[in-house]
T-cell receptor, first 115, second 112 residues
Framework: DAGITQSPRHKVTETGTPVTLRCHQT?????MYWYRQDPGHGLRLIHY???????DKGEVSDGYSVSRSKTEDFLLTLESATSSQTSVYFC??????????????FGPGTRLTVL | DQQVKQNSPSLSVQEGRISILNCDYT??????FLWYKKYPAEGPTFLIS?????DKNEDGRFTVFLNKSAKHLSLHIVPSQPGDSAVYFC???????????FGQGTTLQVKP
């Protein structure tokens, strides 16, 4: 299994509070991704990073920001959490963009509940 | 607008029979397709993939078929086993972006 950890694994917070989720990898992979999984939507890309300090938006980036100051860590921040951000969040890593030579490997997920 | 669609939310098959999971896409620029399997409370795990230059890829019990003219791919599992019971997601990407677009998922139940 790829060395990916996510913290916290579960979190309950209140509307309006800031929340930061952490993804940590030990594979030294260049690419890192944040997805959210919701019923009826599958997984949707929030933000991704293609190197230290290099990030870009995904499909559902509104209300989220990310930072990557080190290869191994990719942080997802909800500046002011809303109930619509209640979801399961997955981090993924890959050595290169999706191709036959490589694919994305996922972490165990963080279940976030915003009350 | 859902670019990758899995129109069957669930599928139930008997152990030993074939499972066929389907996926449709709308973006003709997609050039790489993948299937992931997900168990409850775990992250998705990569299962099998196919490039748009191929129409079939096989790995053990798993085969993925791609029909580009119909913008359709399918995953065949033969024979199906109870341990295959999980949610299956198809995903697609284009170019070298690394961005994956996922379908909604199909829950497969394999009955002993």
């Amino acid at each position: 299994d790829a060395g990916i950890t996510q913290s916290p694994r579960h979190k309950v917070t209140e509307t309006g509070t800031p929340v930061t989720l952490r993804c940590h990898q030990t594979e030294n992979h260049r690419y890192m991704y944040w997805y959210r999984q919701d019923p009826g939507h599958g997984l949707r890309l929030i933000h991704y990073s293609y190197g230290v300090k290099d990030t870009d938006k995904g499909e559902v980036s509104d209300g989220y920001s990310v930072s990557r100051s080190k290869t191994e860590d990719f942080l997802l921040t909800l500046e002011s959490a809303t109930s619509s951000q209640t979801s399961v969040y997955f981090c993924a890593i890959s050595a290169s963009p999706a191709s036959e030579a490589d694919t994305q490997y996922f972490g165990p997920g963080t279940r976030l509940t915003v009350l | 607008d859902q670019q990758v669609k899995q129109n069957s939310p669930s599928l139930s098959v008997q152990e030993g029979r074939i499972s066929i999971l389907n996926c449709d896409y709308t973006n003709s620029m997609f050039d790489y397709f993948l299937w992931y399997k997900k168990y409850p409370a775990e992250g998705p795990t990569f299962l099998i993939s196919i490039s748009s230059i191929k129409d079939k890829n096989e790995d053990g019990r798993f085969t993925v078929f791609l029909n580009k003219s119909a913008k359709h791919l399918s995953l065949h599992i033969v024979p199906s086993q109870p341990g295959d019971s999980a949610v299956y997601f198809c995903a697609a990407s284009s170019g070298n972006t690394g961005k994956l677009i996922f379908g909604q998922g199909t829950t497969l139940q394999v009955k002993p």
